[in-house]
Each structure stands twice: as C-alpha cells, then as structure tokens.
C-alpha cells in the first residue's frame, strides 16, 4: 500500500468537493467554544434526516404514539359487574384493570415488580445498544420529534427556520409562529386530553369533557400536562435532557466496551478535510470526513458527535444517517459515523495507527484493492451475550417470573381477622367467655359470591353476626357483593368448662361454594384466668 | 478574598473564595433557572396579596381572596354535616329498633354513637364498655334496666337515680346490716354465693335460703333471678357488679351501693341518644 493507492481510490474527490456543500452548523458544545452547563441556550434547528434510521424512528414513533392515544379505547368484556374498559386505573374505587388482570391496592407489588423490570430491562438495553431508550422511546424524544414536524411543515427546514429566527418580525414570520404554536397547543392538549382516559371510562369522560360536566381534576389535568408537554416538547427540548434528566448521568456507569453506541470512526474520518484534493496535492493525508457538518446539523441535541460520546448525545442515529447520506454521495463506503463497540473502536483505531504509536494513517486501513482491510474488527451479535448481559436477563426473568407466578396463583378470595382489643374478652351471665372479632372477606372477582365462612377449632365454640339473624352455629354462608369487601361483626361464645386456656388459637376458614376457593386465618381466642 | 481571579484551566472568572487551594468558579446561570428564580419571586409577592400574609400590629392582612383557614374548616365541617344529614334525618324519625335493622344507618349509628360514647361515657364504662367495678359492662348479655334498644335508649335519656330527671330509673336496695343479724348476712351471703356456684359454706345455706325468703324475694324474685322493672340484678349468673364471692355480697347486702348514671337527653339531645342506644346495643350483648 502506498500513497499512489490512495489517490487513486479518490480520484474524483475534486468533483465531490463541489458538489456537497458544506453546511452552515456547528455544535453548541464544541471545545472552541463549549461552554460549562450554566450557559445560556444556544437555539438548535435540526435538519432534516433520511435514511434508515429515521425511518425506523418514524415507525417507533407511530408505534409508541399509538399505544399511548389509542389504549384507554380499547374494550375488554368483564361482566356486568366490572367495567369494559381493557386499562383502567380506577382511582376512586381503588381498583386495577389491566386486559384480564384486575389488581387491588394490596397487590401493588405487582406494578413495583413491573417497575423493577423496567429498571433491569433499561439497564439490559443499555449496556448492549447504549442510550436506545433516549434515542428511540423515550416520551421526550418522540413528543420533541412529534414537534420538529409541525415546525418543518410551517417554517421549513434548518435553513429557512434559521433565517425566519434571525430575520425581522413581520406578518409572514407572525402567522408562521402562532401557527406553529397554536398546533403544538392543540397536540399537547391532545396528549394531556388522552392522558385522563386512562383514570376512568373513556366515552362517558369525553363527552364529559366537551359538555363541561367532568370532573375538575380531569381540567386540572389536562391544563398541567397540556403545560409540560408544550414546555419540554416545544420550548424547552434538548435542555431536558441535558439539564433535568438523571438518565444521562446513569448511562456512563451503564456502558462498557462492548456496548453498541454512535460513533465517529475517526480512524478513517481523520484527518478530515474540506478540500481533499487540495491538501492530498500537497502531499498530506487526507481521511473519508469531508467536514460537511451534516451529522452536526441533523442532531436534535445540537452537538457534534466527532467529538465522541458525550452526555449530551441521545444515540438517536440521526448522524448516522446524514453520514451515510454523504458517503453515498461521494461514492463512499457507509459507516464513516456507525453503530460500533469501544472495543472494536479500539482496535481499529490500533491499526490505523499501525499499532497505536502515532497519527492515523488512513493508507492503513485499505487493501491494494481499495476496499477496507479485513483486519478491521466489526460487529458480533455474540458481543451482545456476555456475563453482564446475562445477569441483566437472568435478573430480568427472574423477576418476570416471579410477578408471573404469583399472579397465576393468586387467591381472588380472602379473609382477613381483626381480634377485638378492648375488651379482650367478655364474660357473659352463664359464664362462657364472649370474643368479638372483625371479619373481612375480600371477593376479588367481578361476581357475586356466596361465602361459607366455618370455625375450625375450639371446641363447644360458636358464632354469631351482628346485624345478621343467624343461629348460633359453627357454620354461615353470606352472600359477598360482586368485587367488594364484605365487614362481619362476628362474636365467637365458648362455654365456661370447654375453655382450655387463656389464649387458644382456632381457624376462621372461608370458601366459595362455586368455585371451592378458599382461605384461612389463624385468630386467637381470650379468656379470663378464672374462666378455666 | 481577593480581587479578580481567572482559573487558569476554564478561563472562567472565580468568585475569590477559597478553600484550600480550591476555587469556585463564577459560572452564569442558564437562562430559563434565572426566569424561573423570578418567576417564584413574582409568585411570592402575588401570594401574599391574595391570602393572608403579612403581620400586622393586632391581626395579618386579610388576603384579596379573602381565604382564612378557620373559615375552610368551617365549610369542610358544613360539607360533612351535609354529608351525613340524609342518615341523621332518619336516625331522627327512626326509632332504634327500626335504625338497628337497617344496615346501612346502623353502619351510621353505630359509628356516631361510637364516637359520642368516647366522649361521654367512657370515663365511667371504660373506653371498651368494658366497666369496671361498680360500673356495669355493657358488652355482655346481663341488663339491670333491660337490654332491648328501647329499654337501653330510655336509660341512657333518663338516666338512673338521676335525682333532677323526674323519669330516672329507680331502686333502692335497703342496707340490710340494720335490719337483719350479722349471722343472717353471712347465711344469706352464703345462699346467693352458691346460687352461681362460687365456692360456700354448706353449713350456712340451709338457713340462707330462709332469710332470702323472708328478704330478698320481694325484689329478687322467688329463685333470685331479679326484676328489670326494679333494677333488681339476677343473683344466680356469673356477673357480678360489685365483686363476687361472699364477701363481697355481704358488703352489698349489709351497707349497699347505688351507682348513678346521668339523664342525657339534655346534653346530648334525642339523635345523639339513639346513636349511642344502637351503638350499645351492637356491642354484643343486645337483646
């Protein structure tokens, strides 16, 4: 290889140098320049991208903004007993709906066991595809990517915005921007709107909604998230998460060598250069960044990802595909700016450097034939299955497991006993001793229940209910509304001579006749020393 | 402190202080942390315009909108009242047996009477009615006056030896230690002791029942099993308000103790009474 090769490879470098034009952007945090956090803001008019990145954010974004606009309308038969609505989170009732899991608010371990999925599953992703929850799915990104479509469609690309911002205000400019903000009102309207139909059943709150008769808290909802939305997603965009998100911070503890972040392949990009030709002439060498600034101007965080990864950088991809915009153009292998591991990064940059002594030699890294040498490393999907990946899964599945096992085996039927306190015990005129205890069944299902509540234990014991009329009896059966809690005053009498201590244990057992569900629970039993 | 100092590595401008060779650097704030630090500001101000804020030399200034927290308690208590006025309605045409069958507004009374019953009658019945010493406890199934919902509603509106309530329960048990012999206390004292099967004299019975006959029948009743119209306890049950055993029956039959309850109906008015007969009622012991 020598330098002959090269130039060769690049002979109609000096056309290209015509025909990319070299934009007008530079990054808000680039080392001329950068400035601490605390600066003020630098206005961001990203570019628009096309390729294949884009098009799989076009796709998440339709995916994701579906799920959230279209699930509180999608209907699940319960019953008559149960509401229809497939999510729901009944507030007032206190009540879960999930498609065909209801949950109580004693089950909420279920959604903190979710929430510590959601913890593994971030961390899992992240540590094999880097940020792909910034670059992707988070709501930020794809309400602020929502917005940057309302503003190109009014105001036009970079450019035009660029010009329209710097220009003086006239009529055009004012129909521009309220016309821009007035959609962005109407969307986040729109968001805060869908958000309320989650808390209770969609149709009945809509018509609600538009005839007045909701409920404040509905208004007040959707006036605060119609706020936020407009804020973070219009006005404030990059500085959340630059600013306000923790997650950036957390994703430098989260990547390792073997994560899948953007880079800028510097050891083929550099030394970059504007006018190839002109400085290959002068015998210098010249690498496959043509300086154009496209990656700059497309990112929605503003920054220059030539600089390397950098907290402000969401791994959106956008780069990736302005570059590869590029490359195409002149007629160069894609992948100047790729998807790349640390470690791979590493390696191809020890042999560009011929063994990591000295300047990048782009002659190093292309066969006699002009193509890429085949000691440059590349990708793996082994890479993504490592000790660490696996700890992620096995922690992840663990959990997911877990939440899975107790919800098939969860008990839709309960009882819970409350031992009267004060007095403890009572003695009644034939002196048998008196317990009084709080019973509650739980029929955690959307039917009506008929429940045989049985004492198992304490002999020559027997029951009564307080506003029932039922004999004295070892035994009842009581009708438990569909999804409801039932409360029992239930006095428990043992005679004086079968008492056998002053604190006997003895089962309060509960079962459904339909289904033989059931349940126990151990209560205690108190009596007077005297009474023995 | 000292004048002006750029750090060397930023270029930035340092506050002068200094902590052990460690500076602070005097970085602007960004923008939109500078407008809203105002905007609190603005807030601040418009706050204590519109609610009481500032002192002043007897009150605070009122607030244009007028807010007091006195006031909120006030309409919070209003709205609770309002709340409740359909159950306290029918607790008011409703006798007590009628409240007792209903679920619903015995849910009611029960939790108002309970309530009221904290207030009021604890100091004597206990916090749990569990009584205590001549203090009947009200959980159990033994009634002096009758242990209906009506008859408990009538001793709790009147009251008992209640001097001033012209309808107050009354009985008085004659202190037998002037009419009768020692030794006829303690045949008697043996006699009722054995009615509930407490421990006894054997020897001291026989007679007993003679002096029970010839004393204690007129308001006991024939096999000692007393007379709610009197107030005349049941001898021959395991409660015992003054202490079982035969000393204690001695004492309470030679020199005898009156408990007296209060005539509510004054203080407490006739829903609030109702309240607390269903309440009582519900304990467990209610006939």
Known sequence: MNGNVIGCARLEMHVLDKTVERLEAEAVNSTKTRQPLYAPRKKIFPKRASGSFRRFKWLVMAITLGIYYLTPWLRWDRGPFAPDQAVLLDLANRRFYFFFIEIWPQEFYYVAGLLMMAGIGLFLITSTVGRAWCGYTCPQTVWVDLFLVVERAIEGDRNARMKLDAGPWTTHKLVLRVSKHTIWLVIAAATGGAWIFYFADAPTLLREVFTGTAAPVAYITIAVLTATTYTFGGLMREQICTYMCPWPRIQAAMLDENSLTVTYNDWRGEPRSRHAKRVQAAGQLVGDCVDCNACVAVCPMGIDIRYGQQLECITCALCIDACDGVMDKLGKKRGLISYATLSDYNANTAVATGGGSGAVKPSLLLTADGTFSDRLAHFHIRKIFRPRTFAYMGAWSAVGLALLYSLLARERLEVNVLHDRNPQFVTLSDGSIRNGYTVKLLNMVPEPRTIVVTMQGLQGAEMSVVGIDLPAARSFAIPVEPDRLKMLKVFVRQPANQVEDTAQTFKFRVEDMASFESDEYTATFNAPETAR | ?287
């Open chain 2, 1 to 287: 402190m000292s004048s002006e100092h750029i750090d060397e590595v930023s270029g930035i401008s340092t506050t002068g202080h200094e902590w052990d060779g460690i500076r602070e650097l005097n970085n602007p704030l960004p923008r939109w942390w500078v407008t809203t630090f105002y905007i609190t500001i603005v807030w601040a101000i418009g706050y204590t315009i519109a609610y009481p804020a500032w002192p002043m030399l007897t009150s605070a200034t009122r607030g244009v909108l007028g807010y007091s927290s006195r006031n909120h308690v006030k309409n919070e208590l209003a709205a609770a009242e309002a709340a409740k006025a359909k159950y306290v309605a029918a607790v008011k045409s409703k006798t007590v047996s009628e409240i007792a069958a209903d679920d619903a507004l015995r849910e009611f009374a029960v939790a108002a009477g309970g309530a009221a019953f904290k207030v009021n009658c604890v100091q004597c019945h206990g916090s749990g009615a569990q009584g205590s010493k001549g203090f009947p406890n009200l959980n159990d199934d033994d009634w002096l006056w009758g242990g209906s919902a009506e008859q408990i509603q009538q001793t709790i509106t009147h009251g008992i030896r209640f001097a001033s309530d012209p309808d107050t329960r009354l009985s008085e048990m004659p202190a037998f230690g002037d009419i009768i012999t020692a030794d006829q206390i303690a045949q008697v004292s043996a006699y009722v002791a054995s009615l509930s099967g407490l421990v006894r004299d054997a020897s001291l019975i026989e007679p007993g029942v003679k002096v029970f006959a010839e004393n204690c029948v007129a308001c006991h009743g024939d096999i000692a099993k007393g007379n709610r119209e009197l107030g005349a306890p049941d001898l021959t049950d395991a409660i015992w308000l003054y202490g079982p055993g035969e000393a204690a029956i001695a004492a309470q039959v030679r020199a005898p103790k009156h408990g007296v309850m209060p005539a509510w109906i004054g203080r407490l008015g006739e829903t609030k009474v109702k309240e607390l007969a269903v309440y009582i009622h519900s304990l467990g012991g209610g006939e």
